[in-house]
Structure formats: structure tokens, C-alpha cells
């Protein structure tokens, strides 16, 4: 099993703040995946990413693929309180078939 | 389209008894499926891969005669916790590639499952 170690493991922080949330590895991973996940909901899918260096914008939201891919970031532009969840990044290699590697995510509370 | 539902989405049963979980995938053919079990707070933790057809592939430290999958179609994967104890309860999440050779995962709502 590859570790992914996720950080920070919670964080509060006022609407308008900016944060980011790091997911880092030992292992090389073919792709990368950033979830969401409400309390009482499945994880939702934000973003894939899979080419080292790769950068990816969703909204207020960048992730980006380290080059080696080992290592991901999520960077949230003006938090919102709609941003409020548990962030999870997953880690796939042709070790793991297709299962995915999950990080111990990442509680993020934004208060108005 | 990549929608995975499960059911039931709550339930509440007593010591000894079994309970079954459906996984299916709604909108498309999913030959793997996945079940994780998720701690209140905490990250997912594979209990195990499910492949249409065939045994399912269990993490290490996962009783295969207690959680009981079964995959008999390429839209339903089943979870069974048999003789359930109250340590087992937990929130249970199925999710399924879209694809075949694809690394995205798409889950299901979640089961809580509560037993006293």
C-alpha cells in the first residue's frame, strides 16, 4: 500500500481566507484524484489529475500535479462556507490495480 | 452519467442478525466495484475489490466470512455483514470505475449501518 500523508488534517479558517491542502508520497502515482465529501454523503469526485506538473482550475479551486507525480495541492481561492467538507486526495499506481490510495483527508471549516 | 446508488441508505439492526447492502451502478457497466468502510472524522479504508463474475479480492485484515460480496451482475455488487456486532457499525460506501482501465472512482451515498 502506498501512503499518501495529507495536510493539514483540520482547518478553520474565516470566508474570504485563502488555504491549501497538501498530499504528498514516497510512491509514484498515474494519476491523482481530489473528492469531497459532506458528512453523511459519498465522496464526489473534483478533479483527476495525471501528467506531472499538470495544473487544474475548477471555479476557485487549483490543483496541481507535482512533476513527479508523487505529490498533489489543492489551493482554495475567498473560502466560501459552501466550501465547508472533508477533502480527500486518492493516489492510483499500476501497483493497486485500479483501487485507490486515500489520504487521511483534510476537515476544512469555513465560517462566515 | 457515472451515477453508483446504494441501498439501504440507514440501517438499524440487532447483534447476531445479517444485513445486505446493494451497490449498483445506475448509468453504466461497472466490472469492479469497491467497498470502504469510513470511521466518524476519518479518511475511507478498502475492505475490498469486487470484479463481475469472480471472487472478490479482500484487504488485509478484512474477515472475508464476515463481509460477504458478491457481484453477480456488472450493475450490482452486494456487501452481507454477517452476524453483525455492534463494533461493525459504521458508515459503508460502495464506488465503481466508469471505465475499464480508468483510475476515477465514483461512489455511492453511503450506508449507516448501526447495530445494538
Known amino acids: 500500500t502506498q501512503l499518501l500523508e495529507q495536510s493539514p488534517q483540520f482547518l478553520s479558517i474565516q470566508e474570504g481566507e485563502n488555504l491549501t491542502v497538501y498530499c504528498n508520497s514516497s510512491?509514484?502515482?498515474?494519476?491523482l484524484q481530489w473528492y469531497r465529501q459532506e458528512p453523511g454523503e459519498g465522496p464526489v469526485l473534483l478533479v483527476t489529475?495525471?501528467?506531472?506538473?499538470e495544473v487544474k482550475k475548477l471555479k476557485r479551486l487549483t490543483f496541481q500535479f507535482g512533476d513527479a507525480r508523487k505529490d498533489s495541492s489543492l489551493h482554495i481561492t475567498a473560502a466560501q462556507p459552501g466550501d465547508t467538507g472533508l477533502y480527500l486526495c486518492?493516489?492510483?499506481?499500476?501497483?493497486?490495480?485500479?483501487?485507490?490510495?486515500f489520504g487521511k483527508g483534510t476537515s476544512l471549516l469555513v465560517t462566515p | 452519467g457515472a451515477v453508483v446508488s446504494q441501498h439501504p441508505s440507514r440501517v438499524i439492526c440487532k447483534s447476531g442478525t445479517s444485513v445486505k447492502i446493494e451497490c449498483r451502478s445506475l448509468?453504466?457497466?461497472?466490472?469492479?466495484m469497491f467497498w470502504y468502510r469510513q470511521f466518524p472524522k476519518k479518511s475511507l479504508m478498502l475492505m475490498a475489490t469486487?470484479?463481475?463474475?469472480?471472487?472478490?479480492?479482500?484487504e488485509q485484515g478484512v474477515e472475508k466470512d464476515k463481509f460477504l460480496i458478491n457481484h453477480a451482475s456488472l450493475t450490482l455488487s452486494t456487501l452481507t455483514v454477517t452476524s453483525a456486532h455492534p463494533e461493525d457499525s459504521s458508515f459503508y460506501i460502495c464506488?465503481?470505475?466508469?471505465?475499464?482501465?480508468?483510475?476515477?472512482?465514483?461512489f455511492g451515498p453511503g450506508t449507516r449501518l448501526t447495530v445494538l
Open positions: 464506488s465503481a470505475n466508469w471505465l475499464a482501465g480508468l483510475d476515477e472512482q465514483f
Open positions: 510512491s509514484v502515482f498515474s494519476s
Open positions: 489529475v495525471v501528467t506531472g506538473g
Open positions: 486518492a493516489g492510483a499506481s499500476s501497483n493497486s490495480g485500479y483501487a485507490l490510495n
Open positions: 448509468d453504466f457497466q461497472a466490472t469492479t
Open positions: 469486487s470484479n463481475e463474475g469472480s471472487k472478490a479480492t479482500y
